[in-house]
């Protein structure tokens, strides 16, 4: 626990101006970011007095070991500093939504000949007409459905699309009437493009002059006495009608705007947005997070709005931000909406109406996503907690292990060796930190040799970057570091290998235990604890003991090593899968310099089989374009070298059990 005052600025050094600051730890990661009006006045506020200071604020700066700042010109600078610091960085104690994913949208593909109708997730496209976001993909999916009756629609993939075209015959939605059927020139680019417009305006909410529209048709189709149309209007009609009920009418002036509710207790908050546009509800989504930093409802308004808006441009911020608390400035935000829009942002609390009442729903929805998510979890935050002490008392460690990365070794038969690194901090899975190694420096099966080698390499590559920032003087270990991963940067960005563990897990017994034991000795690291967790009986060995640690069945850290344990064996077996996977897929034309996959493919295709190629002369090869005799003769002589061995026989008839090649 490091003293605030042994890193405290000296008077006079922080300026008096607008910025943005980051709190590091003794490894130089970045545990805090933050902005300010006056870096001066904030710092200072950190300063102070521990019994002074929040419970969190206080593990903050007792976890820091350095703080470092950067002045801008206006607060707005300093906002967008902070979120992108924020997005780099990933803090510890900075406010993250755990729960936030890619929402699916409708998306509309105005920038191609033939716009399609589509479920999409990430980042925005230029020339795409989106809606959303919706909650579930098969709400968006059923919304299109009842609508490609009214506007068929291209809703296929660009190969099923030219293989229509291809054949001249369309898909199935083709013949059910679903789909216009631009493939086979059912219609013309144009007409199609049409229809996406229409379609597009009546999801954008322009719906009344739409349906009025069918209906004056149905009924002019029934004077005729043209019954069918007039049944096939109605039908259209009752369809669109079916699908807007899905999105409730809410607002009447056609209001476009994103409603945001907080509900919060002293260790969680949950955060839900309802979008409107058009007057109707046509989106839902929420957030929970753990306040780790201290942070009031204005606050965590701030932090959902950057999380919200910081990767949107143009209409995908709304005209109208409405919020329960505003920020605190709240120009600076409002000011950052409208450059993110193009044009002025309204960001204001509901006082009345209609607004004020859709407000309220959205406050109970996350009222309500508080309670589901505490009863799913109420038990997760104080079992955690168990059960990193419960591994601390068992192993005699001075605290807590908050991080724990765990070893495992996986081969088949001794080929194809590999290992993993998983990372679990404060219980959770950080799967941004985990690694793949390959076992290179020997042949064969060797699972005690395999670990020594590539918990070696882990903290050889610790050190190495320790060393950067000497905060470790030691002599470089012979031999280079293989690992799959090397070092990003040294301006406190997550790096690989460069935060160390509190304890490492290794799969496997006492010898697996001794090998990476032996490795941190030889490297002069004493202040990383090891146990391995052994399958059969799971029990929990160290290394200088004779006998294991046996813990209760029912016990919570147990549950912890064994999930940890079973995750780094998932990880090594799905990399050992894949590379053997790659491995058998290998030709014995691979083995021959300078020939490319163009040239490999016309050889296979000109002879057929690599069993008629390795049966052809040099000069029938010579005769493949693009093949010279140079070339030809290291292709015999690599199909010499990988000659299959001779046909099996059949000793009961003597027939010759001879397997074609492909």
């Not at 109208?320 to 993110?340: G, N, Q, S």
């Not at 780094?568 to 590379?579: E, L, M, S, V």
Request: proline share 5%; charged share 30%.
């Amino acid at each position: 626990m490091a003293d605030p005052s042994s890193y405290r600025p000296k008077p006079g050094q922080i300026p008096d101006s607008p910025g943005v600051y980051r709190f590091r730890d003794e490894h130089g990661r970045v545990i805090y970011v933050g902005k300010a009006k006056s870096l001066r006045q904030r710092l200072s506020s950190y300063f102070q007095d521990l019994a002074g200071l929040h419970p969190r604020t206080r593990t903050m700066v007792t976890t820091a070991a350095s703080v470092e700042w950067t002045v801008v010109a206006t607060e707005v600078e300093a906002l967008q500093l902070e979120y992108s610091w924020i997005k780099e960085y990933d803090p510890r104690f900075n406010v993250k939504y755990r729960d936030d994913k890619s929402y699916p949208y409708l998306a509309v593909t105005l920038n191609e000949e033939f716009p399609r109708v589509q479920v999409m997730r990430g980042a925005k496209k230029k020339g795409v007409r989106y809606f959303g976001p919706y909650a579930h993909a098969w709400a968006i999916r059923e919304t299109v459905d009842l609508m490609l009756r009214v506007f068929p629609v291209r809703t296929c993939s660009a190969g099923v699309f030219k293989r229509s075209a291809q054949i001249g015959r369309p898909c199935l939605l083709g013949y059910i009437g679903k789909c216009s059927a631009p493939c086979v020139g059912r219609v013309t680019p144009e007409e199609h493009r049409e229809l996406a417009e229409e379609f597009c305006d009546f999801m954008a909410g322009r719906t009344g002059a739409y349906l009025r529209r069918l209906e004056r048709h149905m009924q002019e189709a029934a004077e005729e006495m043209e019954y069918e149309k007039a049944a096939r209007l109605r039908d259209d009609i009752g369809a669109l009608r079916r699908a807007m009920e899905k999105n409730a009418v809410v607002l009447a002036d056609a209001t476009d705007a994103d409603l945001i509710a907080v509900a919060e207790d002293e260790l969680e908050a949950a955060v839900q947005i309802f979008h409107v546009r058009g007057g109707r509800v046509r989106g839902q989504r929420g957030w929970v997070t753990d306040k780790v930093e201290a942070v009031d409802t204005a606050g965590l308004v701030e932090h959902a709005l950057q999380q919200l808006y910081g990767e949107e441009q143009g209409d995908a911020v709304p005209k109208e931000v409405l919020v329960p608390a505003l920020p605190d400035p709240v120009e600076p935000v409002a000011e950052w909406l409208t450059a993110r829009r193009g044009s002025r942002v309204d960001l204001r609390i509901p006082q009345r109406g209609d607004k004020k009442d859709l407000m309220a729903t959205v406050q109970r929805n996350a009222q309500q996503a508080l309670v589901l998510h505490k009863t799913k979890r109420a038990s997760d935050l104080t079992t955690r907690s168990r059960a990193l002490e419960e591994i601390a008392e068992a192993l005699g460690l001075d605290s807590a292990p908050l991080r724990v990365e765990c070893f495992d070794i996986s081969h088949l038969q001794g080929q194809d060796v590999v290992a993993s690194m998983v990372v679990f901090e404060d219980g959770l899975a950080r799967k941004s930190e985990y690694r793949r190694f390959q076992i290179k420096s020997f042949e064969g099966q060797d699972d005690v040799r395999s670990m020594h080698e590539v918990v070696s390499r882990r903290f050889r590559r610790y050190l190495r970057e320790s060393q950067k920032t000497g905060e470790w003087t030691v002599e470089e270990a012979d031999g280079p570091d293989e690992d799959t991963a090397g070092p990003r940067d040294d301006n406190g960005r997550p790096k690989r290998f460069a935060y160390p563990p509190q304890l490492v897990v290794v799969d496997g017994g006492r010898p697996q235990v001794q090998a990476a034991r032996r490795a941190l000795d030889e490297l002069g690291i004493a202040d990383v604890a090891v146990c391995g967790l052994a399958k059969r009986l799971e029990e929990v060995w160290l290394p200088d003991e004779e006998d294991p640690v046996v813990l209760p069945r029912t016990s919570e850290g147990l549950y912890l090593l064994q999930r940890v344990r079973d995750e780094a064996h998932r990880f090594a077996i799905a990399y050992q899968r894949g590379k053997r996977a790659r491995t058998m897929k290998a030709s014995p034309l691979d083995a021959v310099a300078g020939l490319g996959d163009s040239r490999k493919q016309a050889l296979l295709k000109h002879f057929g089989s690599v069993k008629k190629l390795r049966a052809a002369t040099v000069e029938q090869i010579c005769e493949v374009p693009g093949v010279g005799r140079k070339t030809a003769l290291a292709v015999a002589a690599a199909l010499a070298e990988s000659a299959p061995p001779a046909p099996a026989v059949n000793m009961a008839t003597g027939e010759i059990l001879d397997e074609s090649e492909g």
